[in-house]
Structure formats: structure tokens, C-alpha cells
């Protein structure tokens, strides 16, 4: 599962109530699956599904005349076992079959179950991660709503997929799989395994027979059914694909076509070749969550439906598409056997991006990726939460940045602390070990021990058994009579043992040192011939740490020109970038990053750059220029050209007309927020030429212009796209401008702008609850209710129907 997190969430109060965390064990097995069968139809009017299912069984150790399997808000109608007429009872979302017999173990026996699956009325709650947990969704059923296809998919995790099936719906199970789905003629299918068979029936639908021999998880069955255009590929023999809705078949192999790539490199990785038997990736709207691994049958929310132009800045979804594969050998082959254990799945997945990234792009762009993993995860307040937690209130609490973020940081130090080599011959020796199986973190512990030869105690109970992460003070102390320098790491808090790296940098090169801290205070004493240029801690930036120490600007410039690291560049540059007004070579060291290797230094230093006095600084403007037309990165070329435009000169109206022709959206939306500042018409009159479709691409440019304007036939394009503008920027200007229309839009009599941002209040609020945004977005509704209360506005009944109604679709 690939989480998505709200950026703005961390400026809400998180209000945690208090709750006893009870020990949560791994799901008891009295009875294990070995086979389910399944056959259902789909009642778009009711929204519910007509199944048969036949599940297949065998007592796990003793003897048992008796099966318990969850089915959440089923109608039963019939239950058999091994074809003959059985006793049952329906309650709590349990169905329990007297069985013909007492069975032993490696006796099997099938279980009949005829039923209705009323997904409506399932009561069970979802996450800050998966939002919902109803199992099956039908998206527009009726056909209501003409911007929006219908379409029916599944989402089992964490225990959803027993609100479609009956099943025992625990991750400790694992079944082999065959279903009949019969669906309207007009609808392409997609589930686990090989689609065996597809059969026209006289109603005017098809049944399709999609088979897998393999066994998993019942949280990862997966259906899938829709008018989609699906874009061949392969691997290795193996048919791969892409399901995608047709206006974006053409840009299928853009989004998706390092996915065969990826299937080698992860083979390669693990020593184990992709062990399913296809390689299937959908595109749904409505998705409760990111992106699902679900076996052969990854299903992905629809952000993933990008178009060229945004591709060719940056395949925002490579990154998912990288873990979902990847947990087709962590998480799918190999699965966690409790949800404390969750990280065995999780973590893994999210270090994926950061092995492909490695693979693919290079050092500086997996250093990028890291350091905003471990960043999202450092602002969580996640701290005090231990990695592999038997103690949790909801398995819904266990899908967050420590399961995946810090758990991601904590294999990176692992692997640093094994080496290359160990390191990926235990993942082998793991997935070797349980493939097909279930595993917990003492087994992921024992696989890397057995391969290295070392004790990982220490590390795991302080990583994975722990909670926490380094903080640690750092001072030096020099030495100028016997030439040494002395390293102090004062440890603040809770005491870690672990490996540091330091480089000691001079005039004629650097010496490299690995020193063991081992308590609270600790001091390593290292000789120079003379005095340092830059001690710098933890070179390898590999510690899950925060470190405080002082470094003169002399030391940060030096470090940027030295260092080799991406965070050596990255953090060096954003303390010189506050000195560019006074002091030179601050500003020489900002105008050197423009040929920085990595793009995003790059954009770093422009977007920073200080051309205050720009009349004394035409040498950099020139370097700017270069960039803006130049440079490989469309990311950089349209921030060069978002520098210029903040200069105002008329002269590069032609250079921000041209990028209006560009294919690369940030560059079309720089240039056209650039042509703005000097020429309003010939800027409005682009606007006006854009498609709808490259108008919401260009939302956030297009929209600063349209509030700039007060233009109140735009108000329902504003509404769209305000409260992303209101939360989801760091920058103050930003939000100042964008709250200022959010009052207007809220004062106004335009219902359609009224209705736009009542709705996103409603999906937001929703979304987001655990984090107190549907309070705030109550609050806010009813901010909205009193302006127009106070208005004069004709229709401010009609008005605030809308938002009574959408503060009631928050609360209900």
C-alpha cells in the first residue's frame, strides 16, 4: 500500500484521545484456506454483489468440527459443506458452519456459501492511509454523473476483502484463487492471476475466468471492472499491462514503462525472479488510499493519469510504481503474519524507491528521496511509537510514517551497517526462507545474522523493538599545540549505539574516520597537520539523526564546494543563500550552483537567488538567461524563467511567449505567470486559448492570475482550486492570496463556486479526518454560512442550503 500524505496536516492540532494500546496477536489459525472459488455478478442499481463462493479448508494443528469466516454485511443464503446442507449462524460479521464432521489436520473440506454482499451498509472504519473500508466500491453506478465513468473495484487491505467474499481475512493466510465475474459486455475485467477464459452470454454480458495457482493473502484478491483502454507490455515472456482510461492510452507507456526495468532490477536485486505469472496495472477513480499491490492486479488512485506535459517535467508516479512492484516480493511473496508486523511489508516497499532511484537516476536523486522520506517523517511527532508495535489500539493506526518513512531509514542504516553485499543476500535468504509464506521482523533479524555472521540484537531492539531516533549536540574542540581536533557527540534524550562517519577536511585533502558511539557523551580525538577546513559528521548521511552544531558561513561554502554528497549540497546551500547581500562569495557560491549536477540544486539555488540592486548583477542575470533556455532540466528552465519574470522587463516577452509553446507544463505555467507581470492582455488572452484539461494542469498559475484579476466569471475555477492554495504551500504570500478569495468566493452569490468549494470541503474533510480537518472545514462552512447571512445577495438561501448540506455530509 502506498500512502499519500496531506502536506497540510501538519499544521492542524492532531487531538489524540486517550486510548489503552492492548496487546494485538497475531490472528489465532484453527482452520487454514487452501483454495477459494468464487462466482458473482454485479447489481449496479443496489450497489451490491451476488456471489457463490467455495472455500476450501483444513484444520491448522487440531481437530475442529467447526469454521468461523468473516463476512461483514452479507445477506445468506445458502451454506453447504462438501455439497450436503449445513447449520450456521450469521452474526457480528461472522459466519459459523457446523462442519459434517470433526476433520483433522490435512483433511480438507469445502464450504458452500451463497450470498449478497451489501457494501453500503458495512460499518467498519478506515485510516488516515486507506480512507474507507467497505471493501467494494461501484463508481457511478447508474451513470449518473457524466464526469465520472462507472466503474466496480476492490480494496482489501487491512480486512475488507471479507466484505465481497467469505474468507478467514487475516494477513497469516494464504489461498490460491479462481473467480467468475460476469459483467456487462461493455466492460474489461481485471483480478489476480491469468484470465483463462472469457464467455458471451445471451443477456448481452460476459463472464470472465481469471485463475491463479499461486497462494496469498486474502487482503490482496483483487476485481476490477470498467471501460478501460489496456496498453500491451512484457517481461521475460510474462504479458504486462496497463489499464488506463482511453484519453490517456497514448501517454500509458509514460506513465508506466519503466515497469519491466524495474521488474529485472528488482529480480537482479533479490536473487528471486518475479515469482507471479503477470504483471497488471490499473487506474480507478474514487481510490481510497495511493496505490495497492494487490497480487498481479496493482491498483493506483488517479493522480497516476498524468499528462505529457507534467510527464516531461517529472513522472510524479514513478515512485509508486516502483513500491507496489517491489512488495510483490515483500508484502505479496513474503507476507507480514500480524499488522504489528507491518513494517516487514512497508518498509521494504518504501526503500524500493529509493534502490530504484540508485539504479536508475543516481546518488543525488535517492538522496533527495531519502532526505524527504525522513523529513516526513521527522515533522510527524511520530517519535514515541515503536517500529514493530504488539500494542495498538486500531491496525489502522499502523499505516503511518513509522511503519513506512522511518522504517524506510532504518533499512538504509541496516544496509550500511552490513554492507552491499550482506545486505542483499539476507533480503534473499528472507524471501528464500518464507516465500509463499508469512514472516515477522525476529525472522527478517535472524536471515540477515545467518548470512553475516553478526549479532543484529542491538540493532533491532534499538530500531525495530525501539522508539525514537538520534539527537545529538556536536561540538569541537581544537588543539593547536599537539595539532588534533576532538569530536564531542552529547546524545540528548534517549541513548542509541551506532557507527559514524567523519571526514576531517584540509587544505591538502581529506582523512576519513568510523567511530562507534556507544553512550550519552562520547569524544574521538583525531590529528592535522593543520587546522580543519570542515569537520563534517555522519559524511555518509545514513543516520535516522538530527544533529545541532555551529558552522560559520566559511565552513558551508566550503562544504558545498567539497563535500560530495547531495545533503552536503543541499543543506550547505540554504544557510549560504541567506548571505548573498552580504558577503560575496555567498553570492558567487549561489551563482555556482547553477551547474550543479543534480537539477534540484539547481532549482534550489534560482529559486533563492537574491537580484536585489538587479541593475549591478547583469553577469548573473546572463547566467540566468542561459538557464532558461538552455539548461536539460524543463524544472530548472521554468524557474529560470520564473526569476526573470520577477524582474519585470519587457525584454523577455519573447523568451515567456515561446515557453507558452513549450510541451512541459512548468515551464508553460512560469512563463505564462512571467507574461503576466508585463503584459496582463497578451497573458489572458493565452489563458483563454488553453484547453480545459491544460487549464487544470496549470491550476495553481492560472489561478493566481484569475484572483489577481477579481474576474467573477472565473469564480467557480478559483473555488476549485483554492484550498490547495490555502493549505498546501509553505509560501506566506501565497496563502495571504489565496485566503483573500476564499472570502470573496465565500461573499459572492455564484452558486457554482459556492457548490465547488463546498464539495472539496466535504472530500477533503473527509479524507483527512483523523486529522481534524472535517472540524475545521465545519468551521469554516459555517464561516461561510454567516457572510452570506450578512450578504445582500438574492439568493443566499439557495446559497446556504448548499453549505448547510455540505457541513451535514461532514458531521453525519
Given amino acids: ?192 492471476g491469468t484470465l483463462t477464459s472469457q464467455t458471451n452470454n445471451s443477456n448481452g454480458t460476459r463472464t470472465d475466468y481469471w485463475k491463479m495457482d499461486q497462494k496469498h493473502a486474502p487482503y490482496l484478491f483483487f476485481m476490477g471492472v470498467g471501460e478501460f483502454s489496456i496498453v500491451n507490455d512484457s517481461w ?8 488506463v482510461e482511453p484519453e490517456y492510452e497514448s501517454v500509458a507507456k509514460d506513465i508506466f514503462g519503466n515497469t519491466p526495468e524495474m521488474m529485472t532490477f528488482f529480480s537482479d536485486l533479490t536473487g528471486i525472479e518475479y515469482p507471479w505469472d503477470k504483471y497488471s496495472q490499473i487506474v480507478v477513480r474514487d481510490y481510497v488510499s495511493g496505490a495497492m499491490e494487490n497480487t498481479t492486479a496493482v491498483v493506483h488512485a488517479e493522480d497516476a493519469q498524468q499528462n505529457k506535459g507534467s510527464l516531461i517535467d517529472n513522472n510524479e508516479w514513478e515512485g509508486t510504481i516502483a513500491h507496489e512492484l517491489f512488495h510483490h516480493w515483500f508484502g505479496d511473496l513474503v507476507t507480514t503474519e500480524s499488522w504489528a508486523n507491518l513494517t516487514v511489508n512497508e518498509s521494504f516497499a518504501t526503500y524500493s524507491v529509493y534502490l530504484w532511484y540508485e539504479h536508475k537516476y543516481g546518488a543525488d536523486k535517492a538522496a533527495a528521496h531519502m532526505y524527504n522520506d525522513v523529513q516526513t517523517y521527522l515533522q510527524s511527532e511520530s517519535e514515541d511509537k515503536i517500529l514493530v508495535r504488539f500494542n495498538y489500539h486500531n491496525k489502522e493506526d499502523m499505516f503511518d510514517t513509522v511503519s513506512y518513512h522511518k522504517g524506510n531509514a532504518i533499512l538504509h542504516m541496516l544496509r550500511d551497517v552490513l554492507g552491499d553485499a550482506a545486505f542483499f543476500q539476507g533480503m534473499n535468504t528472507y524471501l528464500n526462507d518464507h516465500k509463499f509464506g508469512t514472516a515477522e521482523a525476529h525472522e527478517l533479524r535472524l536471515a540477515f545474522e545467518k548470512i553475516s555472521g553478526k549479532d543484529l540484537n542491538w540493532f533491532f531492539n534499538q530500531w525495530y523493538f525501539g522508539s525514537g531516533h538520534i539527537k545529538a549536540n556536536i561540538t ?164 529560470a524563467i520564473a526569476v526573470l519574470g520577477k524582474l519585470v522587463e519587457p525584454i523577455y516577452k519573447p523568451l515567456f511567449e515561446r515557453g507558452m509553446d513549450n510541451e512541459s507544463y512548468a515551464i508553460i505555467g512560469n512563463s505564462l505567470t512571467s507574461l503576466y507581470q508585463i503584459d496582463k492582455e497578451s497573458a489572458l488572452n493565452k489563458v483563454h486559448s488553453l484547453s480545459s484539461d491544460v487549464k487544470e494542469s496549470l491550476a495553481e498559475a492560472i489561478t493566481t492570475i484569475y484572483i489577481n484579476e477579481k474576474d467573477k466569471t472565473n469564480l467557480p475555477f478559483i473555488a476549485n482550486h483554492v484550498l490547495k492554495g490555502m493549505f498546501l504551500t509553505q509560501n506566506p504570500r501565497t496563502q495571504q492570496l489565496y485566503s483573500g478569495a476564499f472570502k470573496w468566493i465565500a461573499e459572492s452569490d455564484n452558486k457554482e463556486a459556492i457548490e465547488n468549494i463546498t464539495n472539496d470541503f466535504v472530500e477533503l474533510g473527509k479524507q483527512y479526518k483523523k486529522y481534524n480537518f472535517d472540524k475545521m472545514a465545519v468551521n469554516m462552512l459555517n464561516q461561510m454560512v454567516s457572510l452570506q447571512q450578512q450578504s445582500t445577495n438574492s439568493n443566499k438561501e439557495e446559497l446556504i442550503i448548499i453549505l448547510k448540506t455540505g457541513m451535514s455530509k461532514l458531521i453525519e
Fill in 236 to 243: 521475460n515472456g510474462k504479458k504486462v499491462d496497463y489499464y
Fill in 476 to 639: 569541537y574542540d581544537y588543539n593547536i599545540i599537539n595539532k588534533s581536533v576532538t569530536v564531542n557527540i552529547d546524545q540528548q534524550g534517549k541513548v542509541f549505539k551506532f557507527p559514524l562517519s567523519i571526514d576531517i577536511y584540509e587544505e591538502t585533502g581529506k582523512t576519513s574516520h568510523e567511530v562507534w558511539v556507544n553512550d550519552k557523551q562520547s569524544s574521538f580525538t583525531f590529528p592535522f597537520r593543520k587546522l580543519p577546513k570542515l569537520i563534517n559528521v555522519d559524511s555518509k548521511h545514513v543516520l535516522l539523526a538530527e544533529f545541532s552544531e555551529n558552522k560559520t558561513l566559511d565552513n558551508f561554502i566550503y562544504q558545498f564546494n567539497n563535500a560530495p554528497h547531495y545533503l552536503d549540497r543541499k543543506l550547505a546551500l540554504e544557510e549560504i543563500v541567506k548571505h548573498q547581500q552580504d558577503n560575496k562569495e555567498a553570492q558567487n557560491t549561489v551563482v555556482k550552483a547553477f551547474n550543479d549536477p543534480y537539477f534540484e540544486i539547481r532549482v534550489l539555488a534560482l529559486k533563492n537567488l537574491d537580484l536585489f540592486q538587479k541593475y549591478n548583477k547583469r553577469d548573473i542575470i546572463v547566467k540566468v538567461e542561459k538557464l532558461a533556455q538552455n539548461d536539460a532540466s524543463t524544472l530548472v528552465r521554468a524557474e
Fill in 1 to 192: 500500500m502506498k500512502k499519500i500524505i496531506f502536506v497540510a496536516v501538519l499544521l492542524f492540532t492532531v487531538i489524540i484521545n486517550g486510548q489503552n494500546n492492548s496487546y494485538q496477536p497475531e490472528r489465532e489459525k484453527i482452520n487454514d484456506l487452501i483454495h477459494t472459488k468464487l462466482k458473482v455478478d454485479f447489481n449496479f442499481e443496489k450497489s451490491q454483489l451476488n456471489g457463490e463462493a467455495w472455500v476450501t479448508l483444513t484444520p491448522h494443528f487440531y481437530s475442529t468440527n467447526k469454521v468461523v469466516l468473516d463476512a461483514k454485511s452479507f445477506k445468506v443464503i445458502e451454506v453447504k459443506v462438501n455439497d450436503i446442507t449445513a447449520g450456521f449462524n450469521y452474526s457480528d460479521n461472522e459466519i459459523t458452519v457446523d462442519l459434517d464432521r470433526t476433520y483433522k489436520k490435512g483433511e480438507a473440506y469445502t464450504v458452500y456459501i451463497k450470498y449478497i454482499a451489501k457494501p453500503e451498509e458495512v460499518t467498519q472504519q478506515g485510516s488516515s492511509v486507506i480512507t474507507d473500508a467497505k471493501g467494494l466500491y461501484f463508481i457511478d453506478p447508474k451513470e449518473e454523473d457524466p464526469e465520472k465513468p462507472t466503474q466496480v473495484w476492490t480494496q482489501g487491505e487491512t480486512e475488507a476483502s471479507s466484505c465481497w467474499f467469505p474468507t478467514i481475512d487475516a494477513p497469516n493466510q494464504k489461498t490460491s484463487q479462481e473467480i467468475y465475474m460476469t459483467v456487462p459486455s461493455k466492460f474489461v475485467t481485471l483480478s489476480n
